[in-house]
């Protein structure tokens, strides 16, 4: 292979076939725009999977990065450095947690998460405190651990045996949990918005029941901030519009616009059982992903950029809902922010993936949440002019897959 012709046909014989990428390779990114090697433009409503909440190759990230290359890369857990405790400064001055475990994503998070609810319940003396709930659908990562606690077979079931002591319970039931729930529960884990099952936003009174059933059975509320934190729902976390107060947050994507980090935030007491030797990373917190984050976390924690966040949310809704007048493809648009979810109507059910195809023909990148939801996960600073831009171009790609699911004559 000459090094200087990679083409898409090279992961196929190179790679580790766990994905399907698109057939072509974006290869320069601008704020909402991508180009791919053959020039073509698209309007990124994809984000990385919510992780480019500032777009591509913003220059805050850009010069964070720079700067922050030319000082110091990486030491080891054996030392800290300066950026890392910035960081996390900057992380429970803004949120109630007091202690921050940084690793290098979202599901190291988690790990870390469900780690600490059992080591908790030990160091109490409860050994035989080891229960989780987690909930149907739900995504929590791809450790074994997070796996197990994600509520989708279809992830897990080829790896078994599984780690034990996990139930899973339907979203939104607070009567489920109530019947689960008991004195040997360790910990109960929610996304408020389950992002990867289908962009469904948990009730209130469910997430307030969940911290009332928790205290009263002296289990871990954990919440997995991971897709929905960082502004991404037009709060800084999506807790903080719910009146519900977690024991342990967990995030990643969004925080570090695209640079690979994750965090488990909780309270001094809970934190005090990782005592050294007890759980560790070797690049996490590292002083290069740590500078990125803090620049990234500052430019979004600030009331023009989440009011930002709820002003494109509405104009994407009232946008999305027009086209839906006239091809009635979607039969709700859900989520919150710029987090959501297009439920197909069950005329086209299975198809969110032929959609989304479509659109990256017509140079638009969307995601999907299942095969039933067209996912929509975009800067949280995308100028108007690129939604606009992202409409017409979805509004080619719906007129065509309309056309190629009717009926032939």
Avoid at 1 to 26: C, G, K
Avoid at 42 to 55: E, Q
Avoid at 124 to 131: A, E, H
């Amino acid at each position: 292979m000459n090094e200087t012709n990679i083409q898409r046909s090279n992961f196929d014989s190179l790679m580790v076939p766990a994905y399907s990428p698109a057939e072509f390779i974006p290869v320069r990114g601008e704020g909402s725009n991508l180009w791919d090697q053959a020039g073509k433009h698209y309007i990124d409503l994809a984000g990385g999977i919510a992780v480019n909440a500032l777009g591509h190759a913003h220059p805050v990230a850009v010069q964070a990065l720079q700067e922050q290359g030319n000082l110091l890369w990486h030491l080891g857990n054996g030392y800290t450095n300066e950026p890392v405790l910035r960081l996390a400064k900057q992380l429970t001055a803004s949120t109630f947690a007091d202690k921050v475990f940084f690793c290098n994503s979202g599901a190291e998070a988690n790990e870390a998460a469900l780690k600490l609810a059992r080591k908790v319940a030990r160091d109490n003396g409860q050994p035989g405190k080891t229960g989780i709930i987690a909930f149907n659908n739900a995504f929590h990562g791809r450790t074994l651990f997070t796996v197990s606690a994600g509520g989708q077979p279809k992830y897990s079931e080829d790896f078994a045996p599984l780690p034990k002591g996990i139930e899973h319970v339907p979203y939104n039931d607070l009567a489920a949990v109530a019947d689960q729930i008991s004195d040997e529960t360790c910990a109960v884990i929610v996304e408020p918005i389950q992002g990867e099952g289908g962009v469904l936003p948990a009730d209130a009174d469910f997430l307030q029941g969940l911290r009332a059933l928790c205290d009263k059975h002296k289990a871990l509320l954990i919440f997995d901030e991971v897709q929905t934190g960082v502004g991404r729902t037009g709060d800084l976390y999506a807790y903080m519009s719910y009146g519900v107060v977690p024991d342990v947050l967990t995030t990643a994507k969004a925080l570090g616009g695209g640079f690979p980090i994750g965090a488990m935030l909780t309270t001094d007491a809970l934190a005090a059982s990782m005592s050294p030797g007890t759980h560790g990373t070797t690049y996490g917190g590292n002083p290069l992903a740590s500078a990125v984050a803090g620049a990234v976390f500052k430019f979004i924690n600030t009331p023009d950029v989440l009011e930002g966040v709820r002003e494109r949310n509405r104009y994407f809704v009232e946008g999305i809902s027009r086209l839906n007048e006239k091809f009635a493809v979607f039969t709700e648009i859900r989520g919150a922010g710029l987090l959501l979810g297009c439920q197909m109507n069950s005329r086209f059910s299975g198809k969110a993936k032929q959609l989304t195809t479509l659109a990256s023909e017509e140079g638009l990148l969307l995601l999907i949440a299942g095969p039933n939801v067209v996912r929509l996960t975009p800067s949280l600073i995308i100028p108007f002019a690129h939604i606009d831009e992202g409409l017409q171009r979805l509004e080619r790609a719906m007129t065509r897959f309309v056309a190629s699911q009717a009926p032939q004559s």
